[in-house]
Nanobody, 125 residues
Framework: QVRLVESGGGLVQAGGSLSLSCGASGRTFSSFIMGWFRQAPGKEREFVAATSRNGGRTTYADSVKGRFTISRDNAKNTVYLQMNSLKPEDTAVYYC??????????????????WGQGTQVTVSS
């Protein structure tokens, strides 16, 4: 079993920054592709960013490209999401997710087997 725990959410004004963290336990962290997703009220869960097992490849949703940065530290079993230039439309519950089996970084929720409980990010205008 894999346990993912997100932290770092909160309330920030538009244009501000937040940094999210997700710690993993239960299996070898470096064997996971890691992703961040978000879900706003009344909307489907959507892809934000993902990183390959060694962090050498990253993928971003167009809506966050240039503003968000995903990174990982396999020695600390942690993946990060640095969010800059935040906008009110970034308001959502943010989830980290782990994919232990696939060969390529995925952008669909169904491609990830393990999920954290989520952390709320609220951006005020």
């Amino acid at each position: 079993q894999v346990r993912l725990v997100e932290s770092g959410g909160g309330l920030v004004q538009a244009g501000g920054s937040l940094s999210l963290s997700c710690g993993a336990s239960g299996r070898t962290f470096s064997s996971f592709i890691m992703g961040w997703f978000r879900q706003a009220p009344g909307k489907e869960r959507e892809f934000v960013a993902a990183t390959s097992r060694n962090g050498g490849r990253t993928t971003y949703a167009d809506s966050v490209k240039g503003r968000f940065t995903i990174s990982r530290d396999n020695a600390k079993n942690t993946v990060y999401l640095q969010m800059n230039s935040l906008k009110p439309e970034d308001t959502a519950v943010y989830y980290c997710a782990a994919d232990p089996t696939r060969l390529r970084v995925g952008v669909r929720p169904i491609e990830y087997d393990y999920w954290g409980q989520g952390t709320q990010v609220t951006v005020s205008s």
